[in-house]
């Protein structure tokens, strides 16, 4: 029990081994050669590499908001009904009630979450029918924040904000899609680049490659090449205790850049994803789905993707992007 799991799924996994695998606690053989082994995780990210060498990675999409609804309408309140000795027909409850539960007192890609907020709705409702109080026919919004209390999650909403160098990007994390701004100001000083945020290595480096091409193309941008020597600039993404890295802001990166030393606002109710190269060209990134399900969550209209991304938006159910209008951009310029 104090083996290395991982050395032990390496010899498993391996065609070559695991006819004659040996379990050295039990001294015994096994043939495990005819075996199809599935294997789930949250995070690629922290599985050895030889180990993910021998696997066929699947990915799996989180439910949507929608889906999590039907879920819990169909199975989850029904089970936990049961679960409390209640019956199906004593207590229903809407739709938007639901969507209420899985937007403010959840963040997840699954429903575990969304199972124990429905379960604490039960056991108000079981102490209340033991108690000979009166239960209401079908619990609506209002109920559920009076039973669950305050929302714990605020709903990411997009923020039309009158100052240039603010701009709206996609992320993807592991429960799912998210917006977050970036934020650039050009200050008096001799062209020092500040980034904070809380931001890892490789997010810094697309701060630096969009600086970098932003100077190489000042002139034809109208930008003045002596504030690059005479303004200090920083660039920041709010909510900076929440870690943030990968190259998927880099689009979003030199249009608050280029925003903030043109003085140009940035058209609203707009977002955007992509990686930046040193020749401005735009490139695919992951998780669209994610990003795109929370840019229509927050309001957002226009979202901006690389041309590689059109093959993942057309696996995209067509209702989950109503309202939301798809530009393929091919260079930042």
């Known amino acids: 029990f104090r083996g290395d799991p991982s050395s032990a799924l390496l010899e498993v996994l391996d065609p070559e081994q695991n006819s004659t695998f040996t379990d050295n606690y039990l001294e015994v053989e096994y043939d495990l050669s005819k075996v199809l082994f599935i294997a789930t995780a949250n995070s690629l990210e922290t599985i050895q590499p030889a180990l993910r ?4 990675i699947i990915d799996l999409t989180g439910y949507t908001q929608e889906e999590k609804t039907q879920i819990a309408k169909k199975h989850l309140w029904p089970k936990q009904l049961r679960e409390h000795g209640l019956g199906e027909s004593e207590v229903k409850i809407s739709e938007q009630a639901l969507h209420r539960v ?5 963040r997840e890609s699954g429903v575990r979450s969304l199972d124990r907020q429905l379960a604490a709705l039960t056991r108000n409702l079981a102490r209340r029918k033991a108690g000979k109080e009166t239960l209401p026919t079908q619990l609506e919004p209002q109920d559920v924040l009076k039973i669950l209390g305050s929302p714990r999650f605020d709903r ?6 009158d100052t240039a160098g603010v701009v709206t990007g996609l992320a993807w994390t592991s429960v799912g899609g998210d917006i977050l701004f970036v934020e650039s100001l050009l200050s008096r000083g001799r062209g020092k680049l500040t980034l904070s945020g809380q931001l890892g290595d490789v997010m810094k480096e697309s701060a630096i490659t969009a600086l970098s091409y ?10 003045d090449y002596r504030m690059f020597e005479q303004y200090d600039l920083h660039i920041h993404f709010p909510e900076g205790g929440i870690p943030k890295d990968g190259p998927s802001a880099g689009i979003a990166i030199f249009t608050s850049i280029a925003s903030a030393y043109t003085q140009r606002r940035v058209r609203p109710h707009l977002a955007m994803t992509g ?9 695919p990134v992951g998780g669209i789905k994610e990003k795109l399900l929370a840019a229509r969550r927050a309001g957002i209209r226009d979202v901006i993707l690389s041309p590689k991304n059109r093959k993942d938006v057309e696996e995209i159910t067509a209702e989950y992007l109503k309202g939301l209008q798809i530009h393929y951009a091919e260079r930042v310029d």
């Open 53 to 56: 060498d021998r696997m066929e």
């Open 214 to 223: 932003l100077r190489a193309r000042a002139e034809e941008l109208g930008i």
């Open 156 to 161: 990411d909403l997009y923020q039309e904000s």
């Open 275 to 283: 990686e930046i190269t040193l020749r401005g060209r735009v490139l």
């Open 102 to 106: 899985a937007d403010d007192f959840t």
